[in-house]
């Protein structure tokens, strides 16, 4: 366990025995009368300041098609998905093909510099820059000093800070330029569209609707406002919890349990000091893991509940039993489910979310928060430290916490009808001849996640499922009549072949930790459930 493990077995449950094609409508149906009168107690808002305005609806008018390839989602300048409507289009785009790239108008964006981004770092390179520079904005001087250190070190260049009307750029050598990027996309500490946009116009804004955030978040976890923390993004809120570990200053490594959401297991291998990942939470190897635990092998245990995308739950109680006992902090992310449906903070030392998915539930802004139990004996660590970090490093900016504030007060009553979506399509997909594999917390490490489920919460929206013919899964996506992209937790219904989008240089790798390269994520919105459940009959029939 002193190495990332790699080769092992798939987990999680075969799908039992498909009923026959025949039966196939039937089924649907009766899926559809088992759930209906819970999907229709559920109302969907409008976006939150889009009313009055003209704007595609991608629940009514999903965007699947090839001509809707690039095309934000939602329909937003300010969207943090992207249309890739077919198998085709997401190879193109993995592998910079021009056709594909040059049709995008957006992107998920810590992979895709925003349109209204790259005018702010053009202005800031024509201010600043020199010939065969690469030009980064950051939020402020801290942020930007460390990631100066860590592309000058990694890059093996000598980089600029330079002060740009209260933000901070650094002037990068060409030849370190994909260092700089990278750092950007794993640490999440990036301008974001809105702040762009009104310093475009003119109309920078000072102020600070923090506070008001951290009230609603707090009331939603159940804590004391002081212990949510606000970022900007979700990695850097992982990020910054990261570095406030106290075990990192004495050079231990983390552990991370379960196969984890790419970014959140790269950003322990490059900025901390190595991580040690267990793949499964089950057999030798976990209680081998606990024993080290237990004996404070590790600077942290990281995991999420369930993981993504293959919707797994450790035993949080006997880890966290063993963090306890070895005095190693338990970081959970909820993110994948969302806080109405799992209690992580009762558990974890430090919880943190991604603010961007099912607690916005718009897909219109990117935010993240770590939130520190009160109780926990770490709790004098982190707090000074993720306060000062969400105030200087990765501060949420005015307008989007305004976003933010705006699209919570649907949460979590729209969960209801998501969870009820997601548990039809699951029993589905589950039932049909051309499915081999669902992953979702209904049927995976269920007694698991019991454990930690909320009394009013479900089993979550997100699920993930494969064929039993992998050739089949390119016709099957791109004849599914729903909206196509990275990212989750929007109103609409938002798919992806999420190992392509997420793995494409490591399929081998991914294949050997159990995560087939023809899985298909399925992130469940709003629909009416019959709509829903018959694009998905109707694309299997070319399974």
Same mark, same amino acid.
């Given at each position: 366990?002193?190495?990332?493990?790699?080769?092992? #077995?798939?987990?999680?449950?075969?799908?039992?025995?498909?009923?026959?094609?025949?039966?196939?409508?039937?089924?649907?149906?009766?899926?559809?009368?088992?759930?209906?009168?819970?999907?229709?107690?559920?109302?969907?808002?409008? #976006?939150?300041?889009?009313?009055?305005?003209?704007?595609?609806?991608?629940?009514?008018?999903?965007?699947?098609?090839?001509?809707?390839?690039?095309?934000?989602?939602?329909?937003?300048?300010?969207?943090?998905?992207?249309?890739?409507?077919?198998?085709?289009?997401?190879?193109?785009?993995?592998?910079?093909?021009?056709?594909?790239?040059?049709?995008?108008?957006?992107?998920?964006?810590?992979?895709?510099?925003?349109?209204?981004?790259?005018?702010?770092?053009?202005?800031?390179?024509?201010?600043?820059?020199?010939?065969?520079?690469?030009?980064?904005?950051?939020?402020?001087?801290?942020?930007?000093?460390?990631?100066?250190?860590?592309?000058?070190?990694?890059?093996?260049?000598?980089?600029?800070?330079?002060?740009?009307?209260?933000?901070?750029?650094?002037?990068?050598?060409?030849?370190?330029?994909?260092?700089?990027?990278?750092?950007?996309?794993?640490?999440?500490?990036?301008?974001?569209?809105?702040?762009?946009?009104?310093?475009?116009?003119?109309?920078?804004?000072?102020?600070?609707?923090?506070?008001?955030?951290?009230?609603?978040?707090?009331?939603?976890?159940?804590?004391?406002?002081?212990?949510?923390?606000?970022?900007?993004?979700?990695?850097?809120?992982?990020?910054?919890?990261?570095?406030?570990?106290?075990?990192?200053?004495?050079?231990?490594?983390?552990?991370?349990?379960?196969?984890?959401?790419?970014?959140?297991?790269?950003?322990?291998?490059?900025?901390?000091?190595?991580?040690?990942?267990?793949?499964?939470?089950?057999?030798?190897?976990?209680?081998?893991?606990?024993?080290?635990?237990?004996?404070?092998?590790?600077?942290?245990?990281?995991?999420?509940?369930?993981?993504?995308?293959?919707?797994?739950?450790?035993?949080?109680?006997?880890?966290?039993?063993?963090?306890?006992?070895?005095?190693?902090?338990?970081?959970?992310?909820?993110?994948?489910?969302?806080?109405?449906?799992?209690?992580?903070?009762?558990?974890?030392?430090?919880?943190?979310?991604?603010?961007?998915?099912?607690?916005?539930?718009?897909?219109?802004?990117?935010?993240?928060?770590?939130?520190?139990?009160?109780?926990?004996?770490?709790?004098?660590?982190?707090?000074?430290?993720?306060?000062?970090?969400?105030?200087?490093?990765?501060?949420?900016?005015?307008?989007?916490?305004?976003?933010?504030?705006?699209?919570?007060?649907?949460?979590?009553?729209?969960?209801?009808?998501?969870?009820?979506?997601?548990?039809?399509?699951?029993?589905?997909?589950?039932?049909?001849?051309?499915?081999?594999?669902?992953?979702?917390?209904?049927?995976?490490?269920?007694?698991?996640?019991?454990?930690?489920?909320?009394?009013?919460?479900?089993?979550?929206?997100?699920?993930?499922?494969?064929?039993?013919?992998?050739?089949?899964?390119?016709?099957?996506?791109?004849?599914?009549?729903?909206?196509?992209?990275?990212?989750?937790?929007?109103?609409?219904?938002?798919?992806? #072949?999420?190992?392509?989008?997420?793995?494409?240089?490591?399929?081998?790798?991914?294949?050997?930790?159990?995560? #087939?390269?023809?899985?298909?994520?399925?992130?469940?919105?709003?629909?009416?459930?019959?709509?829903?459940?018959?694009?998905?009959?109707?694309?299997?029939?070319?399974?």
């Amino acid at each position: 366990m002193d190495r990332v493990r790699r080769g092992w #077995p798939r987990g999680g449950r075969k799908v039992g025995e498909a009923c026959p094609a025949s039966q196939a409508e039937s089924g649907a149906k009766s899926v559809l009368r088992r759930y209906l009168p819970e999907i229709l107690t559920c109302r969907t808002a409008l #976006p939150p300041g889009k009313e009055g305005v003209l704007m595609r609806d991608l629940i009514a008018q999903p965007a699947w098609e090839e001509e809707d390839l690039g095309i934000p989602l939602p329909d937003s300048p300010h969207a943090c998905s992207v249309c890739l409507p077919t198998w085709k289009s997401v190879l193109g785009y993995e592998e910079g093909r021009d056709k594909v790239v040059r049709k995008m108008r957006i992107g998920y964006p810590r992979f895709f510099r925003h349109p209204l981004v790259a005018r702010l770092t053009s202005l800031a390179a024509d201010e600043i820059g020199r010939e065969g520079e690469f030009v980064l904005v950051f939020p402020g001087k801290i942020s930007a000093q460390r990631a100066q250190r860590w592309i000058e070190r990694r890059g093996e260049v000598a980089v600029r800070s330079v002060d740009f009307h209260g933000m901070q750029v650094l002037a990068v050598p060409a030849k370190a330029r994909q260092v700089a990027v990278d750092y950007q996309r794993f640490t999440g500490e990036l301008i974001g569209s809105r702040q762009a946009e009104d310093f475009l116009n003119g109309k920078v804004r000072d102020g600070d609707k923090g506070h008001l955030l951290q009230r609603r978040l707090g009331g939603i976890v159940s804590v004391d406002p002081s212990h949510v923390c606000l970022f900007n993004s979700g990695m850097a809120a992982i990020s910054a919890v990261l570095r406030s570990l106290p075990g990192l200053k004495e050079g231990r490594k983390t552990l991370q349990i379960e196969f984890p959401y790419v970014d959140a297991l790269k950003v322990q291998e490059l900025f901390g000091h190595g991580v040690v990942f267990l793949n499964q939470a089950e057999g030798e190897s976990f209680d081998e893991a606990l024993r080290r635990i237990r004996q404070g092998d590790f600077a942290a245990v990281f995991t999420e509940v369930p993981s993504n995308p293959l919707l797994r739950t450790i035993d949080v109680p006997r880890v966290a039993a063993a963090c306890a006992e070895g005095g190693v902090p338990l970081i959970i992310d909820d993110s994948t489910v969302g806080p109405s449906n799992v209690a992580a903070l009762r558990w974890a030392d430090v919880v943190t979310s991604s603010l961007t998915k099912w607690l916005s539930g718009a897909g219109d802004v990117m935010a993240g928060m770590a939130v520190v139990r009160p109780d926990s004996p770490f709790a004098a660590d982190f707090l000074p430290l993720l306060t000062e970090e969400s105030a200087t490093c990765s501060p949420l900016y005015v307008g989007d916490a305004e976003v933010l504030l705006a699209n919570l007060k649907s949460f979590p009553g729209r969960m209801a009808a998501h969870n009820a979506n997601a548990m039809a399509l699951v029993e589905l997909l589950a039932s049909h001849p051309a499915v081999a594999e669902v992953w979702h917390p209904s049927r995976v490490n269920t007694a698991n996640y019991d454990r930690i489920m909320t009394a009013k919460g479900g089993y979550g929206p997100l699920l993930s499922f494969v064929l039993k013919n992998p050739k089949r899964a390119p016709k099957v996506f791109d004849a599914l009549k729903v909206s196509k992209g990275p990212s989750f937790g929007t109103p609409f219904t938002l798919a992806c #072949p999420y190992t392509l989008l997420a793995h494409y240089p490591e399929l081998d790798w991914a294949e050997a930790c159990g995560v #087939p390269s023809h899985l298909i994520r399925v992130s469940c919105g709003t629909e009416p459930m019959d709509v829903l459940l018959g694009h998905f009959a109707a694309a299997l029939e070319l399974a």
